[in-house]
């Protein structure tokens, strides 16, 4: 009885060189899309600012997931010069003046705002330069959904990151009372202002910012 001879041809397994070049090909592929898609988290914990990078959306106020899952390092007080962001920022907060110290006067343009405790804020502003969508969360002190807000989508707003607030077009008044209210997200804009310090002399904050002058602006605020 004779024995039939196979048809096709087995390829021999992979040797371990080949083994070791496929796996650091898929390791440094996996870090570029990790590096691409990273969103910036930023809280406070302890009175410890914690600046993170983060690979994945984290679930709201979870802290300890934020440490195990994101890249986190302690972030030094800002005194003169604003902050600004390309991308997403998520900003996690207990308390008006944590709100106020991580986000006035920053340049973001997507930005993300949790309430992480059942604290009542003060009816105060705080000034954000380009921003064009925001989200809130209050679920910590009202159940109810996230709500999200586009506020303008012009794409005559040219890229700030390195120019600052000097080529600051679209500037917005953030109500820190809303957080209070389950009402629903709301905001009105005004444009064409030449002079945003002295149309809006209640915001006294802004008369240490020069640079706010002699252009046009669009306002807009946020209730």
Same mark, same amino acid.
């Given at each position: $009885?004779s024995?039939l /001879?196979?048809t096709? *041809? %087995?390829?021999?397994p992979?040797?371990g060189?080949?083994?070791l070049?496929i796996? $650091?090909? !898929? =390791? ?5 899309l990790?590096?691409?898609?990273n969103?910036?988290?930023i809280? *406070?914990?302890?009175?410890i =600012?914690r600046?993170?990078? &983060?690979p994945?959306?984290?679930q709201?106020c @979870?802290?300890?997931l934020?440490?195990?899952?994101c890249? &986190?390092k302690?972030a030094l007080?800002?005194?003169? +010069?604003?902050?600004?962001y390309s ?7 207990t @308390?008006?003046? /944590?709100?106020?110290?991580l #986000?006035?006067?920053?340049l973001?343009?997507?930005l993300k #705002?949790?309430? &992480? ?11 954000? &330069? !380009?921003?064009?969508r925001?989200? =809130?969360? *209050?679920e910590a002190?009202?159940?109810v959904?996230?709500?999200? #807000?586009?506020i303008h989508? +012009?794409?005559?707003e040219k890229? $700030?990151?390195?120019?600052g ?5 679209y500037?917005?008044f953030?109500? $820190? /009372?809303?957080f209070n209210r389950?009402?629903s997200l %709301? ?5 064409n202002?030449?002079n945003i /310090?002295n149309?809006f002399?209640s915001?006294s904050?802004l008369?240490t910012?020069?640079i706010l002058?002699?252009?046009s602006y669009?306002v807009t605020f946020i209730y």
């Amino acid at each position: $009885m004779s024995t039939l /001879a196979p048809t096709g *041809t %087995r390829m021999a397994p992979p040797s371990g060189h080949s083994l070791l070049l496929i796996s $650091m090909l !898929g =390791i440094l592929v996996l870090d570029h899309l990790t590096r691409g898609q990273n969103s910036t988290l930023i809280f *406070t914990k302890e009175n410890i =600012i914690r600046n993170c990078s &983060c690979p994945v959306d984290i679930q709201d106020c @979870d802290y300890s997931l934020a440490s195990l899952l994101c890249s &986190c390092k302690t972030a030094l007080l800002w005194a003169t +010069e604003p902050l600004s962001y390309s991308g997403h920022l998520t900003v996690w907060f207990t @308390d008006a003046s /944590a709100l106020g110290l991580l #986000l006035n006067f920053t340049l973001v343009q997507d930005l993300k #705002l949790s309430l &992480c405790s059942a604290n009542t804020l003060p009816t105060a502003y705080l000034a954000i &330069c !380009g921003l064009k969508r925001l989200r =809130i969360n *209050t679920e910590a002190k009202h159940p109810v959904p996230e709500q999200s #807000l586009l506020i303008h989508s +012009e794409p005559r707003e040219k890229p $700030m990151w390195h120019t600052g607030w000097q080529s600051c077009t679209y500037v917005s008044f953030l109500d $820190m /009372a809303l957080f209070n209210r389950e009402s629903s997200l %709301r905001s009105y804009s005004i444009e064409n202002v030449a002079n945003i /310090a002295n149309n809006f002399p209640s915001f006294s904050d802004l008369k240490t910012f020069p640079i706010l002058s002699n252009k046009s602006y669009v306002v807009t605020f946020i209730y």
